[in-house]
Structure formats: C-alpha cells, structure tokens
C-alpha cells in the first residue's frame, strides 16, 4: 500500500489537475474514432507511465498493476488504458527490431538500487553469464558501472565511449545529488527565516536570508553544469540508437570538445562545489558571529520581503478562520492589522526587486533528460 501512495503522490505532482472530476471524466473516457481526439490522450497516458515507470525505477511494467493500482480512481480506471499499452508495446517492438540502443550503461549504485542490495550481485553474475550484463570501472577514481544488453543478442565489448558516458552518468548523479541537498537546505532556511519574522527578530531573518541567497547561487551552478552533462549524453545516446558505432564514438567526441567539458573540467567544478559548501558554512559562522543590521544587498531585501508578504498572506487567512468561528470579530481584525504593521515596519533599505522566491518551488524546475540517456522504461 505504501507504494501505491507513493505513486498516487508523484501522479499528483505531475498532473496538478488530477483530483478534477471534469478533467478525470475527460481522460478517464474509450478513444474516439477521430485520431486528431485520441491522440493527445494517447499522448497523455504514454508519457504518464514512463514518468511512473522511471520514477520507480521499473524496467517491466505489469498492465494489472498500471490498471489495478496506478490509475484506479474509486474503482474506475481508464477505458483507453488497454489500447495505450497495446500501442505502446507495438511500438516498442518496432524499435527494438530496427535501430534502438542494443545496450545502455548505468552505475553500480543504480543498478543496485534497482535490483536491491543483496540481489545486485547474483543478478549481475547471472546476467554475465549468459552474455546480457558485462562489469567493468575506471580504476583511477574508482568509478563502477553495468553494461547491459537490451536486445536479445550478447551485450557489446566496453569501449573507451562506454568509459567516458559512466563517468558523465556518475558526474550527474552526483550533481544531482548535491541539488537535492541545496534544496533541503534551501527550504530549512525559508522556514526558519518566515519563523524569525513571525516571532519579530530581524536580525536571524537576515541571516536565514543571507542563506537562501547562498544556496540559490550553488543551484545555479550545479544545474548549469548538469545540464550540459546531460546535453553530451543525449548527443551520445541518439548518435548510438542508429547503430552505427564509429559514428556515435565521433559526433560524441564532437559533442565534448563543442561543449567544452572534459573529464578534468568535471572534476574542477566537483572540487569547486566542495569549496562553495565549506564557504558557505564559514559565512553562515561569521553572521552568527556579526551584526548584520548594516547590511545593503539588494538581493537579500527581496528574499526578506518576499517572506514578509509571505507571512503576512497566512496570518490574513488564519484571521478571517477565527472571524468566522468565534464572535472576536474585532479583536481579530486588530491584531491583524497590528501583525501587518510590525511586518511593515521589518522593511529594510529601499531597492529594487531583483528576483523572486516561488512558495511552492524554490527553485526553477528541471527537465531530467538523463534518465533517457541511462534506461529507457518499457
């Protein structure tokens, strides 16, 4: 049951209007004879569960479970299911018959991950031996990697390419790694910083702001980075889909030197990002250490005031809970205005907004190409 919550939370957050009876109605009904009707539901379903599929890390997808579990909403489930699936599986089996990557590379923890930590190893062995999973690692930063067979013929010998895209694989789970820990922080200083200004100490609120403002500049850079990992290893995965293997080694070397990434540039930003986190605790100890009350950043004002506002819209709407529920109507209304009359008088120097803090996302959002370029769900 926990995995079908999980799943109805990531459908939830994909799909913003799934819980819409009009919507539901809509999406829920059989195809219609008009191709031009069934093809963005088509569309829609398709890529709901490949998102579903790699966010579960599933390289075989049951139709009971996607019918039973993933999209049962009360007993109903969609009518155009079945022929989504069929589609699909067509689909698929064209490609794999004509020109789709005849093998993919992931690292040891992924594949781990995805088999579980005590069945990765027999699983590994088994499929070595029939010819469908090869190990192999770079030694010099002990970097470990599967090579798997996705066609029914013996998996291909590793290569120097195959060498370089474990290394962009693991640089961008790292990198992906090291965004998820920026955002967690990101959100533990928002909090603190609202709960700074709800109890009246600017100073901390200052400092917390200080913090966001940190942390959204080392999200930059690692998703500056990320992306153009990514960008290489898309180039390399479709130069590799049409099968011709010298072509793929070439435009993938292409790719890196238009790029301008090498493996010693890789390692230079990871050495960076470690730099930038030990700096980052060195300012957070020297504003704990100063006042701050001088400070004039332009940039930490909006991220203050952006919070203020914040606070301010969720103590309005808590007031007018106890209007309605209690005969303290005016009383209510005072301390609300007095609420926003010390929020007011929390302002720092004047200036102008430079940029925005989003209550729902801290951060822009980020298309995950990589995952194509690793395992395609099927």
Partial sequence: MDSVSSVKEFIRKQVPDWDDEIMATARFKAFSGQRSDWEPKYLFWKDLILKIARHLDLFIIQPSQVKEEWFNRGGLTPLCIDHVLDKTAQIIKCLSESHWTSSCIVTMSKFQGMC?????????????????????????????????????????????????????????QKLEDQIAMIDRRYEMSRKSALASLNSGNKKVALRHAREMKLASESRERCTALLNRVEEVLNVIANAESTQKVTEAIRIGAEAMKQNKITVEEVEHCLEELEE??????????????????????????????????????????????????????????????SLTDALSNLKLHDGSATESVSQKSPFPTRTKNSKQAMLEAA
């Fill in 276 to 337: 930038s986190i030990d700096a980052q605790k060195q300012v957070e100890k020297a504003l704990e250490s100063n006042p701050v009350s001088g400070i004039e950043d332009e940039d930490i004002e909006e991220e203050l005031e952006k919070l203020e506002l914040e606070l301010e819209s969720e103590n309005l709407k808590i007031s007018k809970v106890e209007v309605g529920s209690t005969s303290g109507e005016m009383g209510a209304l005072g301390s609300t205005d």
């Fill in 116 to 172: 579980g930590p005590s069945e990765a190893a027999p699983l590994l062995s088994y499929l070595s031996g029939l010819g469908k999973a090869q190990y192999f690692s770079i030694s010099k930063e002990v970097i470990e990697g599967v090579k798997i067979s996705l066609s029914s013929g013996s998996v291909p010998a590793i290569s120097s390419l195959d060498l370089d895209v474990l290394r962009l694989i693991w640089t961008a």
